[in-house]
């Protein structure tokens, strides 16, 4: 097939978004980005992400593979796409990606960020939107043997959406740590995994916080994931806080 094999990686706010897959009533990004794409092609121009944010999660490393006809180059395509975008969407890097690219099923790791803010001024307008805004302290230490526990390969059924049903719930977690955000503003959790199941970060982070506030004990960690059932994981953490930071691809980037 002759034209331009290409990545996008992108940059979004979610909370305009009803999440990133095309919805036919909803306003999504993958709808918004597809819609300039084929604005640019002359033709319906299908996409494929590393990762389906839900409703309201924001993206600092979205990376995207499509196809554009010729005589479209990267340079020119990337400069027509962020003067064509809205401003809640920005492309920060494209490039040319081997024939065949699929920037879902060709990425070997995925990671996520969630962002606590555990101040008063998490509540400002300038904040709240990009974050959980707790407004109250969190035990580091506990934060920090919670996040332990979810490191290596579990079965996380205990800690994704009911409904979606998986051959399997086994997610092997490669990063899982909890670092202070500067000022004593809160704290800011990284993940990083070969999958992730549906809302899977916003349990585990609403869970890990509710230990960190002595609402549950640490040890509800190891028995939750031991269970079968998601009926006693604390209720997810807001998406507000949720960012996709990237996929990783060894053949590309």
């Known amino acids: 097939m002759q034209g331009l094999s290409c990545y996008a ?14 919805q036919r009533s909803q306003r999504t990004v993958q709808g918004d980005f597809e819609q300039v ?11 494929h992400a590393a990762g389906r944010t839900d409703a309201g999660v924001h993206a600092l490393g979205q990376v995207v593979s499509f196809r554009m006809p ?3 180059q990267p340079a020119t395509l990337h400069r027509a796409l962020n003067a064509l975008l809205p401003p809640e969407i920005w492309v920060a890097r494209l490039g040319p990606a081997p024939d065949g690219f699929d920037a879902r099923r060709h990425a070997t790791s995925r990671c996520y960020r969630y962002v606590v803010g555990c101040d008063a001024a998490a509540y400002s307008p300038f904040r709240r939107p990009l974050e959980w805004a707790l407004g109250q302290p969190l035990e580091r ?34 990063v899982s740590r909890w670092d202070r955000r500067p000022n004593a503003e809160g704290f ?17 982070v609403g869970t890990m916080v ?20 998601n009926a006693e994981a604390s209720p997810p953490a807001p ?10 691809y060894p053949q590309l980037l």
């Open 141 to 174: 230490r506990l934060l920090d043997a919670a996040a332990a526990e979810f490191t290596g390969e579990h079965d996380f059924r205990a800690f994704s959406a009911v409904g979606q049903r998986k051959p399997h719930y086994r997610c092997r977690v490669a």
């Open 239 to 248: 998406p507000a806080g949720l960012y996709l930071v990237g996929a990783r």
């Open 37 to 47: 794409l084929q604005r640019l092609a002359g033709r319906r121009v299908v996409t």
């Open 70 to 72: 010729d005589p479209w």
């Open 210 to 229: 509710d230990v960190a506030r002595g609402r549950r004990p640490l040890q509800d960690i190891g028995r939750l994931l031991r269970s079968t059932s």
């Open 9 to 22: 990686m992108l940059h979004y706010l979610g909370h305009p978004f009803s999440g990133w897959q095309r």
């Open 188 to 204: 800011i959790f990284t993940i990083e995994a070969d999958r992730f199941l549906h809302r899977m970060v916003r349990f585990l």
